[in-house]
């Protein structure tokens, strides 16, 4: 007879840990670029994925945070290193529990948004455009495997904000970019 904790263990996804992304030195790490994007010189976006995220946990450079992906749930844990690299684990969660995550005492409000992928010169592109709170903020993100790995710009890449703490998703859910007061072309030109 199986006991309740061995019925959930063969009920969880298939490969359910992933350590994110590239290997520098021994350490599975995270490196990401963000940037604005001028909207009028996208191509068309054709499909997109809702997600929706809040975090549970955050604390000097370490954050945990849990986001739907369409019917999707994983929970990721973040820790800072050096430069623009984080070390990063995701876990697939089940449904329920995902759900039920977004229940707890978050830390600000839960950031809604729509992730469209595209494709360019060897590498793909993450666009989120924001809604709820963010609603009119868009940023796009690219996954290298070095920080000083070249990438060919995209003609609608606009001024890059990786280093801009506002931008950050976790800043985005306690500071909103509606409470910002700059519009988004504004926004374009000042970053």
Do not use: C
Not at 160 to 179: H, M, Q, W
């Amino acid at each position: 007879m199986q006991t309740d904790l061995e019925k959930q263990a063969l009920q969880a996804p298939q490969n359910p840990i992933r350590l994110h992304t590239t290997i520098k030195g021994k350490a599975m790490m995270e490196i990401e670029r963000k940037f604005l994007v001028h909207n009028d010189k996208l191509p068309s976006l054709d499909a997109s994925t809702p997600m929706r995220q809040a975090y549970l946990v955050a604390s000097n450079g370490r954050s945990t945070r849990i986001r739907q992906a369409g019917e999707r749930y994983i929970l990721t844990i973040k820790i800072a290193a050096d430069g623009i690299s984080r070390h990063e684990v995701e876990v697939d969660v089940q449904p329920k529990q995902g759900a039920a995550m977004f229940k707890l005492p978050l830390l600000g409000a839960i950031v809604e948004k729509q992730r469209h992928l595209i494709e360019h010169q060897g590498h793909t592109w993450e666009l989120d455009t924001f809604n709820g709170a963010n609603k009119g903020l868009m940023v796009a993100e690219i996954e290298l495997t070095s920080e000083d790995e070249a990438f060919e710009r995209p003609q609608w890449l606009g001024p890059e904000v990786t280093g801009d703490p506002r931008f950050g998703n976790i800043n985005l859910a306690s500071y909103p970019y509606s409470k910002w007061g700059i519009g988004y072309k504004n926004l374009l030109r000042q970053s």
